[in-house]
């Protein structure tokens, strides 16, 4: 692997994720993310089963009649077991078995061998028998003549006895990425499966897959460059990695791409690996957009128009379904616009709705007529996406049998879910989700921005309303979704088994099944936090003035997020052996290290053209620091290219990097810089916090933002060069409380001086000194400086949240109360949002409530130090509305006083489709920040120590952070720090 670029930072018992453990052995650590138990071990134990020992492998022994998809996977567990001994086991299809070990898989009804074990009591299959994707992992004796011992897989149905397989798989080291990431695979010389009895399944949703979207610049042209299209061989690879990943459906490429037609063995592979095949929203009737384009003038008049060419938009989709029948299918049925856009824009609502049920009871003739003629039977999908979910909010229904595919606001948040009424569909209903999206306000395409707690809040939310029929995300190009996608298919799983407790778990299970355990806990660090970083703002949305870089150092600690999990990547990058370092390249370091290259980009921009307003020498060091922060972003893009011979070209190729539109840009933009004209003289210039302001030359005074004795803050003073000679400074104060981190210097570069306050020395009361910076030949400054201090609110005596001054800001989960009301219950999401935690309600069905009876509260004792109008900001995630009728409302009071109800929808509009975006008036900030701010005012008539308290009205607000304030916050991103209760 090359040499990986030098940074641009300086610096500075696996849980049950798959179903019911039938019988358990005593566990080990496993690699595996699905038994919640290890079943493999390197040393015999009593009764265990010899998969490998001395070299020689058990034989792998199925029924020749067995599905095609069984057989050819029992191929790949022949392949998996040499790749971790060498030894390369006999692969006996349609043989009698025999031998001291054997491995016998198959699928109940289809396998001979399995069903003789059942009928002789050999095997117990009672726990799977009838039931969907189930499978038993046993250890039997003496199952057959001449046989001593047996490793049994069998599988309730096909994709049962896969799954069961490819568990074998991933215990014995193999990961489901081992090829899609070049998984290191750890070598073993022995193996051996633990005696007892396993069992999994059924999944919870029944049909679980991804979306390939998307898919130029990268996919596609990698794909043609290495299998020559995207073809049978290069989805032979996808339908293996979904099944490993325990999914079973996907919706192919579609960009000017045709599943059928561009390589008819597509769906015929597909079938025989055991891939539920649908097509995406707005492509009916298993026919892609491109075989319209392809083949429109053989159908009528040509026009993707039901009004004006029913009868050949029918023939079109006849043909469509004659050529797929056969196959394992779920059929979209509706019409959406030619181009993924709505198929009529305004016009009669009622006569929109009309046509459009005429054509799903036409498109039902002809799935009747063509695959089962009780259509019943044949599973179909309407998908409720844009402006088709108008139509079904205006009372157009499609048949029971139907599922309802309910879907996202294109930025993680579900847009509706099932009422009580809509659970009691026999079609159920879905959730279509994104991980990518092409629309406004901007696209985002190129890298993972999606933390696992958002997927899990949201779509946990999903199951609990009965979203359980399919889940279909939208990965874009795969590569470099991998961790979420598979976050998402376990989760799909059995999301009960993978509470938000076990997240974090989550992440360095996975982590330590791909590179060890040594490393997985700062891994799944790393990679928890570039997605939580990329989530605060993606990085296609990221601007020069995003984050704030004279508040809070607010633009610093993003910085300092960034730098620290750079550094801690490259240091293990270092250390790990060179076969597992082009996965670790993939997973880990290229997307923290590449995400962080960006944020820097867009921050030290800001810095540049703060530096040339303020004349600082350093402006043009930093505009040069910026252009080669543009070459670090190609070069890292040319290093993924070129791992492993080359064998990811053009998948970084995505642009992100110069968007002034939705739309991404062609190529990366270096943005606009600034440069200025520096007189070769000693010339000084001085900052402070808080203001973008420079001195000498600002009319107004510099001064510092108020510091007071309970959060004893510092504040800032940056010195530095306007004229290319250096200089020298003092700095002085007028009074004796004053604390300065440096009193003199010589200024070669910037510098900075933090001003303090010895709280021992300073009166009671407000005080003022002035801080003077001089430079002795010439100019000097006066900066305010302001300081409060209380003899009644001392830190000490004080146990509130807030200060004397300023905004208090308190992270949600830092209740001084909890009290849980009428069943339900304020409860972390560890990890969620833009700092440690969100908390929400739970259960997550909970009814709403008018508080405060029955209303669970968080309280916070918080500090008030004057009397007045207290504003409360409330931050909390962008959930949306789920529910018809219901908002998303919380109430907010202060000690006796009646709850205050805010609801974040309250003016917001209808939520209507529309072409690219919901029509809620302020959707678009909340997606941008992925967060939403609630404000409420309260009088408060008395100072001192006060308990707010936070109402539960509805479901679904998750709450991040409280900032209590007077209307002095100043601007920035994320707002004021959170303190700790004094």
């Known amino acids: 692997m090359p040499s990986h670029p030098n940074s641009c930072f300086k610096k500075t018992t696996l849980f049950a994720i798959a179903g019911v453990l039938i019988a358990i052995v005593p566990a080990a650590a496993a690699p595996s993310l699905g038994l919640d138990t290890a079943i493999v071990a390197e040393t015999a134990e009593a009764g265990s089963f010899a998969l490998v020992t001395q070299k020689q492998g058990a034989s792998l022994v199925l029924d020749k009649g067995d599905w095609p998809g069984v057989l050819r996977a029992a191929g790949d567990l022949q392949a998996d077991i040499r790749r971790v001994t060498g030894v390369k086991p006999a692969l006996e299809i349609g043989r009698a078995p025999s ?137 032979a690879h996808m339908f293996e990695l979904i099944l490993r990943l325990r999914g079973n459906y996907l919706w192919p490429a579609m960009w000017g791409k045709a599943f059928n037609e561009d390589d008819p063995l597509n769906p015929k592979v597909a079938d025989e690996y055991g891939i539920v095949m649908g097509t995406s929203h707005h492509e009916p009737m298993m026919r892609a957009q491109k075989e319209w384009g392809k083949h429109k003038k053989e159908y009528g008049n040509g026009e993707w128009n039901y009004a004006t060419n029913e009868a050949g938009l029918n023939a079109f989709w006849q043909d469509g379904m004659s050529r797929n029948k056969h196959y394992e299918q779920i059929v979209t049925i509706g019409m959406r616009g030619d181009g993924d856009e709505p198929m009529v824009e305004g016009g009669d609502i009622a006569a929109n709705m009309a046509l459009m049920e005429h054509i799903v009871a036409d498109q039902r003739k002809i799935l009747a007529k063509t695959v089962n003629p009780d259509v019943t039977k044949v599973p179909q999908v309407w998908a409720l996406y844009k402006e088709v979910a108008d139509y079904y909010q205006d009372g157009m229904r499609v048949p029971d049998d139907v599922t309802l595919l309910w879907c996202d606001d294109n930025w993680g948040n579900n847009r509706r879910l099932p009422t009580a009424g809509e659970r009691k569909r026999s079609g159920g209903a879905g959730i ?165 290259t960006v944020a820097e980009l867009h921050i030290a921009t800001g810095l540049n053209q703060l530096y040339a307003k303020q004349k600082r020498g350093s402006a043009n060091l930093m505009a040069r620091h910026v252009r080669g922060l543009f070459e670090e972003d190609k070069n890292l893009s040319n290093l993924y290219h070129a791992i492993n011979g080359g064998k990811w070209k053009h998948m970084m190729a995505q642009t992100r990097i110069g968007y002034t539109s939705w739309n991404d840009p062609k190529t990366n933009i270096m943005p606009a810089l600034a440069e200025i004209a520096i007189p070769d003289e000693a010339s000084m210039g001085v900052s402070v916090e808080g203001s973008e302001s420079a001195w000498p030359g600002e009319s107004k005074p510099a001064k510092l933002p108020v510091s007071d004795s309970i959060n004893q803050q510092r504040h800032a003073i940056e010195i530095y060069k306007r004229g290319s000679k250096d200089f020298s400074y003092e700095a002085t104060a ?79 989960a830092n209740a001084t109360k909890n009290i849980e009301a009428g069943g339900a219950r304020w409860d972390v999401i560890p990890d969620y949002g833009r700092g440690p935690s969100g908390m929400t309600i739970f259960p997550m069905t909970a009814a709403s409530v008018q508080p405060p009876a029955d209303s669970p509260r968080l309280e916070y004792q918080v500090l008030i130090p004057q009397a007045g109008d207290i504003r409360v900001d409330l931050i909390t995630g962008p959930t949306l509305n789920v529910q018809p009728g219901r908002g998303v409302r919380v109430a907010v009071s202060f000690d006796d006083q009646p709850p205050h109800i805010i609801d974040a929808f309250a003016g917001q509009g209808d939520g209507r489709g529309g072409s690219h975006s919901p029509a809620i008036k302020d959707w678009g900030t909340w997606v941008k920040d992925n967060a939403r701010t609630m404000k409420s005012t309260h009088t408060i008539s008395e100072p001192g120590v006060h308990t707010l308290k936070i109402w539960m009205v509805d479901p679904g607000v998750v709450l991040e952070k409280l900032i209590i304030h007077t209307g002095d916050v100043r601007p920035s991103y994320f707002g004021p720090p959170a303190t700790n209760q004094n």
């Open 734 to 812: 007028d009074k004796p409380w004053v604390k300065l981190s440096a009193t003199s210097g010589n200024v070669k570069s910037d510098q900075r001086i933090w001003v303090g306050v010895d709280w021992d020395k300073v009166p009671v009361g407000n005080s003022n000194a002035i801080v003077t910076i001089t430079r002795p030949e010439g100019e000097s400054v006066p900066i305010q400086v302001s300081a409060v201090r209380s003899d009644k609110y001392t830190r000490k005596n004080t146990k509130a949240f807030g200060g004397l001054t300023g905004p208090t800001a308190i992270i949600a």
């Open 99 to 235: 031998g001291k070990s054997v491995v016998i898989a198959g699928t109940l009804g289809k396998s001979t061998l399995i069903d003789s074990l059942a009928k002789t009591g050999k095997i117990d299959t009672a726990p799977i028998a009838g039931k969907w994707e189930s499978f038993i992992i046993t250890t039997v004796a003496n199952p057959l003549p001449h046989v001593a011992q047996a490793l049994v897989i069998v599988g309730s149905d096909k994709r049962g006895a896969i799954y069961g397989i490819y568990e074998i798989s991933e215990q014995i080291g193999v990961s489901p990425w081992y090829w899609w990431a070049d998984a290191p695979v750890k070598q073993r010389n022995q193996l051996f499966i633990k005696t007892g009895t396993y069992v999994q399944g059924p999944p919870a949703v029944k049909y679980r897959g991804i979306f390939i979207n998307d898919e130029e610049p990268a996919f596609g042209p990698w794909a043609r460059e290495k299998f020559g299209g995207i073809n049978s061989k290069m989805y």
């Open 432 to 596: 279509y989700y994104h991980f990518d999206y092409v629309g406004g306000p901007r696209s985002y395409k190129w890298i993972n921005t999606n933390p696992l707690p958002k997927i899990w809040e949201q779509m946990s939310m999903a199951y609990e309303y009965g979203a359980d029929r399919i889940w279909i995300v939208n990965v874009g190009d795969l590569k470099p979704m991998e961790l979420p996608t598979e976050f998402f298919l376990r989760l799909a799983w059995n999301p009960r088994a993978l509470p938000k407790e076990k997240i974090a778990d989550f992440t360095r299970r996975w982590a330590e099944r791909e590179f060890g355990p040594q490393h997985a806990a700062d891994i799944a660090d790393i990679v928890s936090r570039y997605a939580k970083y990329n989530g605060w703002r993606k990085p296609e949305l990221l601007e020069p003035k995003t984050f704030s870089i004279v508040n809070y150092q607010e633009a610093e600690r993003v910085l300092a997020g960034w730098s620290e999990i750079v550094a801690k990547a490259e240091e293990i990058d270092g250390k790990l052996p060179r076969e597992a370092r082009d996965a670790f390249f993939q997973l880990v370091l290229y997307p923290a290290k590449a995400s962080a």
